[in-house]
């Protein structure tokens, strides 16, 4: 197993997944907010919509096994949820989250 170098990891959601990457998977790049929130719900084993999880599949931040299932976050996925939260603690997290879904 190949362990990276401190050169090799990217520290930015941005830089796991581009704008360029963002706008191909939801047609615009506004929903990078979107993205994070629906990252961090996966990761609690929360379910999102279906557009944003086939989105989420696009980015390559999901792995889904067959057609209804509800997939799981990858190694792509994870890191972006280490690089999203990574000075963050889980209680500024849960915070935000709770902002978020009352809106």
Sequence with gaps: MHTPT??????TPEDIVPDAELEKAYGRTDK????????????????VPPA????L???GLISIRYPNHMGQLNRKGKHYLRAMQADTTPETILKAMNRKESK
Aim: charged share 30%; net charge neutral.
């Design 6 to 11: 401190p050169d090799e990891i990217t520290h």
């Design 32 to 47: 990078r907010g979107a993205v994070d929130l629906a990252v961090l719900k996966y990761a609690l084993g929360w379910p």
């Design 52 to 55: 944003t999880r086939r989105a």
């Design 57 to 59: 599949v696009e980015c």
